[in-house]
């Protein structure tokens, strides 16, 4: 496969947080001349059966207008390549800017959006096909191609697809739900269900209702509740405006927990990323503000008891914040412990990744900027993932070795 290949040298650095676990550097972004192997990484990496990392960044690239890439662990080391660079906008039509994780297929192509580009210039729903010794984008749609965008515009997340719970690889031919920051009836947003044969069909618009009583500007992932209906949140609306958290049921009704719901938003507001389910009727999520001290929540929603939130932990909690603030990540759930990250705070305020035992005890993994000019990274906004050997992987979008970000890795 002739893609653009560098060794991960950058993977050196080394350094360890007051809770032992081991922190690694897996590539330093902006390592090229033009940052051609990419900039600014803002979403979560995806894993392949064989251990190797998949994403995007929003710069960076030939064109500096993003780049999907790949990170191939299953030699033994890690090797970073450039599968695709996306085109300046004289030959944009596959999209710029992508900001959402990748999802893969049986075959290996690569399924996303894009933020910018397109024929209309609001984004893209694309995929990418290794086809010999390259891979080649297929735009499967253009967003705002109805009237008045009412199909969406600038879509935020990636596709979801409910056997993604199990871990197996998309089937080709399910329903895919996404969202797009703006578009749809009001125009704030839509959450959209997309088949590859049956095109796309706005599942909900948001902002159809009085006030945006319903929510408003969606963002971060859809994922799906343990009764298989599509959830996510929103930055906006709700009936204090300050974001709701909604799932859609099988007949496309929807219901909604609008955050800053108790005085003072110690319920949290204003959430920037999506949900996990735990099996047991719950979906846990973050909020940038809100919660007792105003920098943030780990919740916890209930869907079989009335839809009853809870605050698993409110961030800044700890002198000079050391627990973490301002998360715009979802979280991984494993083995009854949350796990996440916060764009800032930490020890030396470049951020963190937390764990949350069962017991509502907050432990911090690492804290960004930790060595000399940050070279560890900082600023995460995307979430983890894990290889379910212990070891978890995030990005952060700025710091490393080059200032464009990083790839990292981090034991449990």
Known sequence: MNVWKVAAMSFALLCSTASASE?????????????????????????????????????????????????????????????????????????????????????????????????????TLFKLSPVADRWHLHVFHDFCSSSFCSDGSNPISGGAYAQARSGAPYDGTSDVYGV???????????????????????????????????GAQPNGEVAFNDAGYACGTTRAGGKSQYGTMYCLNADDSAWSYSFCSRSNCIDGSTPFAGVAADGSGNLFGTTRYGGKNGQGVVYAISTATGHHERVVHSFCSRANCADGKNPMSGVLLIDGAIYGTTSRGGKYDGGTVFKIDAEGRETVLHSFCHAANCTDGYAPQAGLTTDGNGHLFGTTTQGGRYTGGTVFEVDL
């Not at 299953?74 to 906008?89: D, M, T």
């Open 23 to 123: 922190y690694r550097v897996l590539h330093n972004f902006c390592a090229h001349a033009g940052c051609t192997d990419g900039q600014f990484p803002t979403a979560s990496l995806m894993l392949d059966g064989r251990g190797n990392l998949y994403g995007t960044t929003t710069l960076g690239g030939m064109h500096d207008t993003g780049t999907v890439f790949q990170i191939e662990r299953s030699g033994g080391g890690n090797v970073y390549g450039r599968l695709y660079s996306f085109q300046s906008c004289g030959g944009c039509a596959g999209g710029t800017n992508p900001q959402a994780p990748l999802m893969m297929d049986a075959s290996g192509a690569l399924y996303g959006t894009a933020y910018n580009g397109g024929t209309r210039g609001v984004g």
């Open 180 to 214: 797009t920051m703006a578009g749809g009836q009001s125009p704030y947003g839509v959450l959209y269900r997309w088949t590859p044969k049956g095109g796309e069909h706005i599942a909900k618009s948001f902002c159809v209702e009085a006030d945006c009583a319903d």
